[in-house]
């Protein structure tokens, strides 16, 4: 099995800005793992908060590459990735990606049949709008709806306006299913406060209200909130949704942070066992970095895979989404393709 790699650069339509940061563009790390004549892909992309960069992605992948290289199929090197802990989520995910799509190629299958994922015909995604001006959330949201999205989410966190704003985009898109996501953003006493303030405009969830670290005062807001309370950030890791349990109501599980689909499997597994509901999540990545998750979406309540919808120039294609709909072409693998070949 051959293992190489490129980068690249994605850039976004317009500045995404959420409570702690505003991204223009984030860079890449594509790579092949070449067998049998066939080349499964995978992605891995950059994040501050993640501490992930170019080099250390490559840095890591040249580490890896004896192992991987030494793999006799794909499989065996599936089994493999679970014993590399301390290799950062985001590389594992895009090595656990390329290997799945290897391994369903080679079975002639989509990799949503490989892992026995329920079929979802075309789920719907939400569509994250940034924290922007209420006139253009306003405008985002009118287009999205027009567009056929049916699900929108609305960051928050960023001063005394956002009850107003969120109350404006309801009244933009009365039947629209919203979601918020303030990143962690307000502090206990503020969460309670807003979260009975934005009831009334018929929220579906919320994520991660509060700061990061303190999963039982989260247990805590999300025993008292109106609206279900989604852990992400708090919600990192098999281990911490099993220590979350049943106290929230829900749990953000995205590839990129937890190292691939086999890992995202374990902690949907468990979160169902605890009665808790499951949303599927992404970082901003192409369509080939999101596609892993499109595959797992008959197990998800909740749908967020537009990150490849920010892009101004998406270099690849495969999974739609513009419509507010993404699909599977059925093609054997994760049926992703460069955008040129497309």
Known sequence: MKLSARTGTLRLREPFRISRSVMHERDAVWIDLEHDGRTGRGEAVTSVYYDLDVPRILERL???????ENCADPGALLAGIAAWPEVEPGVRCAVDAAAHDLAAQSRGRTVQDLVGAPPVGSPATARTIGITGTDQAVRTATELTARGFRVLKVKLGDGPDETARVAAVRAAAPDAELLLDPNGAWEPDRALRLLDELAEHRIAAVEQPTPPGDPAEL???ARHSPIPVIADEDAQSLADVRALGSSVHGVN???AKCGGIRPALE?????????VDVLLGCLVASSLGIAPAVHLAGHAR???LDGHLLLADDPWDGIGGTGGTLHITGEPGLGVRPRAAA
């Open 62 to 68: 040249e580490e890896l590459r004896p192992h991987v």
């Open 267 to 275: 902690i949907i597994d468990a979160a169902r066992s605890a009665g």
């Open 253 to 255: 599980v995205k590839l």
């Open 302 to 304: 909740w749908i967020d």
């Open 219 to 221: 247990g805590r807001i």
